[in-house]
Nanobody
């Protein structure tokens, strides 16, 4: 099995920054895509930023220019730096990865980390 563990959420002032981490552990032969989604109350889960299967970074329009996704392949860890937080950013942020564990490829999700923005 594979586990994704997120950290770094919490209360952030509007205009401030946050950095989230997601570490994958378990039986991991290869990680394909890996990135971040978020879900606000009453809304669907949406992509924030991800590394695609081709290795390039992809961002939602709502965070372009103020968001950076990075990774440490040796640690199977992906990071999300989000700056200039707005009232549109509060949500539960989830890490997602497409992982080959043993034989099959599967999608895994972390438990989520809450991000709250204070005005």
């Amino acid at each position: 099995q594979v586990q994704l563990v997120e950290s770094g959420g919490g209360l952030v002032q509007a205009g401030g920054s946050l950095r989230l981490s997601c570490a994958a552990s378990g039986i991991i032969l290869r990680i394909n895509a890996m990135g971040w989604y978020r879900q606000a109350p009453g809304k669907q889960r949406e992509l924030v930023a991800t590394f695609t299967s081709g290795g390039s970074a992809s961002y939602a329009d709502s965070v372009k220019g103020r968001c950076t996704i990075s990774r440490d392949n040796a640690k199977n860890t992906v990071y999300l730096q989000l700056n200039s937080l707005t009232p549109e950013d509060p949500a539960v942020y989830y890490c997602n990865a497409n992982v080959r564990s043993r034989v099959e490829w599967s999608d895994y999700w972390g438990q989520g980390t809450q991000v709250t923005v204070s005005s």
